[in-house]
């Protein structure tokens, strides 16, 4: 291995107390519903509003492979007079939601790694959703682990993870930092319509951190060699939100349910698995790996059913679960987060020498692969 190695030494997670279980989720749901439709009876009547359907555990499951969610507040998301979270700004001077979560999987990462706050001189946060725009949560967290050095947020929505990895590893490469976190937190919770019975069951939050640095410097037995990154983006409206801080220049259209996370899923599907299998095949395959050697693929945790077809069409042929497991009857889809938390629960068990694939697919479209070698 070159002496330029860079590797991921150390991973961390953690996620907020509560879990909304799909059933839970819809009967708050559908007591909203019932609710809506009562409501609006005469509008209905008239055709002037169209009624709404009821969701099902089943259908999620199904659809989806999700059982579950962590989620910071469950009571505002369950109360059919309110269907968001209820999530109260902090004084300035206590740790924000978003950096509360990404500090407690630093903290975790760091100490996998053999490390403390002070050998960072890099935090990357990057994130689906910041919870403001300055100073960078990053810099918050940089503070509150005591790094050393610069810090500084990104948003690739899904690939948030994927594309800070890349960046960090190539600064490390380059010497303009010596030891990077990436921290990944999703408050996805905050930006989900809970009202929209085609995408209320998808998102959960959570985090996931790595500790990346060069090979030469690794304090443990066993870190993730880096072998290659490749990022792919290209336009599309199929997932979109258009919630900003222009928002307030249009106080009549602030609250309208595009300012809020929105997908056609069956386009984004049919997009989406031959663009991310293609990609990731020709990845792996330009750094002479042969696919069917590659143990594991952490693929981004969206849809159980998609990870099925993307792995079946990159390695040809179906895989067995533990060769790209899935986190979603758990954990739901946390964005950028996801295939890193796929990767700390999932690596341990894996033989020195062996290679996986981290990817992500998600808006934008974006899609990122980090190809990895267990030293
Ligand atoms: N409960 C019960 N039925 C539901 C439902 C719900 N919550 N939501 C939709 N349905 C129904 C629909 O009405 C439709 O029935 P109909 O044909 O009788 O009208 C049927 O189920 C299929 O709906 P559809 O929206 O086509 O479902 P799907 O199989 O495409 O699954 C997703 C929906 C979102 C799970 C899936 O499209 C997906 O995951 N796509 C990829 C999204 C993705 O990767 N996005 C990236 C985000 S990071």
Same mark, same amino acid.
């Given at each position: 291995?070159?002496?330029?190695?860079?590797?991921?030494?150390?991973?961390?997670?953690?996620?907020?107390?509560?879990?909304?279980?799909?059933?839970?989720?819809?009967?708050?749901?559908?007591?909203?519903?019932?609710?809506?439709?009562?409501?609006?009876?005469?509008?209905?009547?008239?055709?002037?509003?169209?009624?709404?359907?009821?969701?099902?555990?089943?259908?999620?499951?199904?659809?989806?492979?999700?059982?579950?969610?962590?989620?910071?507040?469950?009571?505002?998301?369950?109360?059919?007079?309110?269907?968001?979270?209820?999530?109260?700004?902090?004084?300035?001077?206590?740790?924000?939601?978003?950096?509360?979560?990404?500090?407690?999987?630093?903290?975790?990462?760091?100490?996998?790694? =053999?490390?403390? @706050?002070?050998?960072? %001189? /890099?935090?990357?946060?990057? !994130? &689906?959703?910041?919870?403001?725009?300055?100073? #960078? +949560?990053?810099?918050?967290?940089?503070?509150?682990? =005591?790094?050393? @050095?610069?810090?500084? %947020? /990104?948003?690739?929505?899904? !690939? &948030?993870?994927?594309?800070?990895?890349?960046? #960090? +590893?190539?600064?490390?490469?380059?010497?303009?930092?010596?030891?990077?976190?990436?921290?990944?937190?999703?408050?996805?919770?905050?930006?989900?319509?809970?009202?929209?019975?085609?995408?209320?069951?998808?998102?959960?939050?959570?985090?996931?951190?790595?500790?990346?640095?060069?090979?030469?410097?690794?304090?443990?037995?066993?870190?993730?060699?880096?072998?290659?990154?490749?990022?792919?983006?290209?336009?599309?409206?199929?997932?979109?939100?258009?919630?900003?801080?222009?928002?307030?220049?249009?106080?009549?259209?602030?609250?309208?349910?595009?300012?809020?996370?929105?997908?056609?899923?069956?386009?984004?599907?049919?997009?989406?698995?031959?663009?991310?299998?293609?990609?990731?095949?020709?990845?792996?395959?330009?750094?002479?790996?042969?696919?069917?050697?590659?143990?594991?693929?952490?693929?981004?945790?969206?849809?159980?059913?998609?990870?099925?077809?993307?792995?079946?069409?990159?390695?040809?042929?179906?895989?067995?679960?533990?060769?790209?497991?899935?986190?979603?009857?758990?954990?739901?889809?946390?964005?950028?987060?996801?295939?890193?938390?796929?990767?700390?629960?999932?690596?341990?068990?894996?033989?020195?020498?062996?290679?996986?694939?981290?990817?992500?697919?998600?808006?934008?479209?974006?899609?990122?692969?980090?190809?990895?070698?267990?030293?």
């Amino acid at each position: 291995m070159s002496s330029s190695a860079i590797a991921i030494t150390g991973s961390g997670i953690s996620v907020p107390e509560h879990t909304i279980t799909n059933e839970e989720l819809c009967v708050g749901f559908n007591a909203y519903v019932r609710l809506f439709n009562d409501e609006n009876a005469a509008a209905i009547a008239k055709g002037e509003v169209v009624e709404l359907r009821e969701s099902t555990a089943e259908f999620i499951e199904t659809a989806s492979g999700i059982k579950q969610r962590y989620v910071v507040n469950k009571s505002g998301i369950l109360d059919p007079r309110i269907m968001r979270p209820v999530i109260e700004q902090r004084p300035d001077e206590e740790l924000c939601h978003q950096a509360e979560l990404a500090v407690r999987a630093c903290k975790q990462a760091l100490e996998n790694a =053999g490390r403390v @706050g002070e050998d960072v %001189d /890099m935090v990357l946060l990057a !994130s &689906s959703n910041l919870q403001r725009p300055y100073p #960078a +949560v990053a810099m918050e967290v940089q503070d509150a682990i =005591g790094a050393r @050095g610069y810090a500084y %947020d /990104m948003n690739v929505a899904c !690939s &948030s993870g994927t594309f800070a990895i890349q960046t #960090a +590893v190539d600064n490390v490469r380059a010497g303009s930092a010596s030891c990077a976190i990436v921290v990944v937190p999703e408050i996805m919770s905050g930006h989900l319509n809970w009202c929209d019975r085609d995408s209320h069951f998808i998102f959960g939050d959570g985090c996931a951190a790595f500790v990346i640095e060069p090979l030469a410097t690794s304090r443990v037995d066993q870190p993730w060699t880096v072998l290659g990154t490749k990022a792919l983006t290209r336009y599309s409206h199929n997932i979109r939100n258009n919630g900003g801080y222009l928002g307030r220049c249009e106080p009549e259209r602030r609250d309208e349910p595009d300012k809020l996370f929105m997908q056609q899923g069956r386009k984004v599907f049919k997009d989406i698995v031959p663009l991310a299998a293609t990609f990731i095949r020709e990845h792996i395959e330009s750094l002479d790996i042969d696919p069917e050697r590659v143990s594991r693929y952490w693929l981004h945790q969206a849809n159980a059913n998609m990870n099925r077809l993307i792995a079946k069409r990159v390695v040809g042929r179906d895989t067995e679960p533990h060769e790209a497991p899935t986190i979603l009857d758990t954990y739901a889809n946390t964005a950028g987060a996801g295939s890193m938390i796929a990767f700390h629960l999932h690596n341990q068990d894996m033989a020195a020498g062996s290679t996986g694939v981290l990817c992500s697919f998600g808006a934008g479209y974006s899609i990122g692969s980090i190809l990895l070698r267990r030293q």
